[in-house]
Nanobody, 115 residues
Framework: QVQLVESGGGLVQTGGSLRLSCAASGSIFSINAMGWYRQAPGEQREMVAVITSGGSTNYADSVKGRFTISRDNAKNTVYLQMNSLKPEDTAVYYC?????????WGQGTQVTVSS
């Protein structure tokens, strides 16, 4: 199994920045990719950014140029640097890992961007 713990959410004004962290533990050797997803009230959960074990990244069009996903293998942690935040970025952000042992999700962290 893989355990994921997110941190770093909060309240920020439009144009501000936040950095989310996702610390992985357990069978981390089995992970092929990790990513950030978000779900706003009344909306479906959507992919924000993904990074593979090889370092390849993919972003939703709505966050390209503003968000950056990165990883620190020594700390088993994935980060999401969010800049130029907009009210429409308000959501619960979830960390996800995908690998040989299956699909795991963190508990989520709230990001609220005030206008």
């Amino acid at each position: 199994q893989v355990q994921l713990v997110e941190s770093g959410g909060g309240l920020v004004q439009t144009g501000g920045s936040l950095r989310l962290s996702c610390a992985a533990s357990g069978s981390i050797f089995s992970i092929n990719a990790m990513g950030w997803y978000r779900q706003a009230p009344g909306e479906q959960r959507e992919m924000v950014a993904v990074i593979t074990s090889g370092g390849s990244t993919n972003y939703a069009d709505s966050v390209k140029g503003r968000f950056t996903i990165s990883r620190d293998n020594a700390k088993n942690t994935v980060y999401l640097q969010m800049n130029s935040l907009k009210p429409e970025d308000t959501a619960v952000y979830y960390c996800r890992s995908v690998g040989r042992l299956g699909d795991y999700w963190g508990q989520g962290t709230q990001v609220t961007v005030s206008s």
